[in-house]
């Protein structure tokens, strides 16, 4: 973590030192950053991500169509340095606020993002590395030790079986170091509901399971998480959302990232595996489900071509939503009583992604 | 706690003998509960918040339009008590799904989270106190010491300082005994952002509180923590929010209830101050704002004529709003850099509290 800190700031002041030497001899000051036009962002079989392509784009302030977007970018660079010496996180929210006490000019917040954006695909660092944060927070709960790396926790270790109701994931336990764990797995729930249920029913001891409530979508800070607890703890990761196009994409993106992240790293975690609910589960279980909207079905068609869900589990489970016209809730198992989903699916699905 | 447990088992376990006594006597059985219609819901100046009035609707097995509600209130009870017994947490969702498995019928979960409600009326006691928990979990900072009731972590403490992106409040913390803290006040906030911050800035330590996020509207669990701190650990409680309509209701909620829980106690903290940020200061503090909207003032006179609105600062305010025509956030602060809000603000608004 200190190297990847040390990096970060290595790299933001070298963006420093080359504006300052362009000014020393003369020249207009430039950056080139990597082009984030959809022409530009190309799904890598090989990483199993989207990245961008190589082409790049010059922002000089030569040219006086560039003089803002280039100020902004040096702004929101000579900022991240600022939070990152001072140990203070923010919020994209926070940051266009932040501006006006600079004087720096966005006309709305969708602007201020962009440029955040346009500072992470230059320096190659995600916003969380410069203590940039969003609100959403979700949950994980499980024998995992870790070290604070934040201001006045440093040096502190937290078991995160410390609280019932599952460890924030925020800020300072993004940044924590991973000491030690007993766990074998990693299991990825949508929902709180479910998430609850596997801490009450001790999943993370029958199984010896890691588990993260992405509470909807996982944030990038979770994905971030997800990805790290699959490289530096050597474990296997395993997806569990509502059977329907929404849940399946959740899984999809903790799986193989999202379009407008393609400029980062590190966010992704390609052998994590989708253990359901699938589509199939619902005639397979007779679980409860409810009639697939026309929005579903619109989203399903998009799916289907996406290059992510090229692989077979997929395509099947897209064609079988197709045929069935059903979609079910993680909760939908409730029919059977609170534990038959710990009982008796989990157990015999985990079996299964054997040969998946 | 131990003694609100034996209560509400004693309230489940008295509904099921009259129940057994009224068939015992050949008699249809019934029940009598409270109305909960628009007619029966009044604001009750004494209690400062909404509580409902005299009128009882009888349900009885004798009436064959009577028949579903009655068996599905029957039904909820049992499962309270099950729950209970066994220390599981559920969810409404859990609940409507868990019915298929006795072949009770909902025809939707809007059905069956009202039967919910009316097993709250009738046995004066609230969802969460029969273990059923809603999705959203905010979070707590600060110096208190907690011990937990809920299996498996019964008897154990916890400090909640010991995770710097905040202890949630999920069941377990709801649920558990407040033992001691050196705490003289709450602070809630409406974001994350300004949670953080304020975390960031040591604001627990500065000023000796607790700090609570309530992300958006706080949940009933949240309500009645802060509730609790105040009754029990006799704290004052300072509600802070966005300047706009919906902001200031987040406060109202907090301080007087809602509408839809006048059938329950112990969620409201009538004592508790609305702080901000209020739409007066955002001309005294030149913030950045927004044009007020055509659903933001609609939703002012709706507030205008609440009587939860009657006091004088909420009519002050309202009228500000309505002149200025102006909404800003909490993070708006930021253009006067990222403490300005703690080093000033917050120490100035605690202050002008004591005369409101």
Known sequence: MKVRKEKLIKSLLSLGEEIYGQIDSQVFPSVELPSRSTSNIKYDEKLRQYVLGEKCIKRTSRNVRHIRPFTQLVWMGYMANQLINQGKTS?????????????????????????????????????????????????IYGNLNIEYTVPKYEGKRLNLTVHPDGVMIGPALTSAEFVSTDAEIVICVEKGAMFTRFLEEDVHKKFKAL????????????????????????????????????????????????????????????????????????????????????????????LERDPRYREELWQREIKVFNDIKRKAEQEAFSRYGLTKIVDEYLPHRLDEMKSY
Chains 1, 2 share one sequence.
């Open 211 to 302: 588990l993260i409530h992405t509470a909807g979508q996982a944030p990038r800070g979770t994905r971030h998480m997800i990805h790290r607890l699959h490289e530096e703890m050597n474990l296997p990761v395993y997806v569990f959302c509502d059977a329907d196009p929404w849940g399946m994409h959740i899984a999809q993106v903790i799986i193989s990232g999202s379009a407008n992240a393609a400029h980062l790293k590190d966010l992704t975690s390609p052998d994590a595996k989708w253990c359901g609910v699938w589509a199939s589960d619902i005639t397979r279980y007779k679980l409860p489900s409810e009639k697939i909207t026309e929005l579903d079905l619109k989203r399903l068609r998009e």
């Open 91 to 139: 919020t994209l929210r926070d940051m266009y606020y932040m501006a006006q006490a600079y004087d720096v000019n966005f006309k709305d917040q969708a602007e201020s993002d962009d440029i955040i954006t346009d500072l992470e695909s230059l320096i190659e660092f995600s916003r969380e590395d410069f203590h940039l944060f969003p609100e959403e927070r979700s949950a």
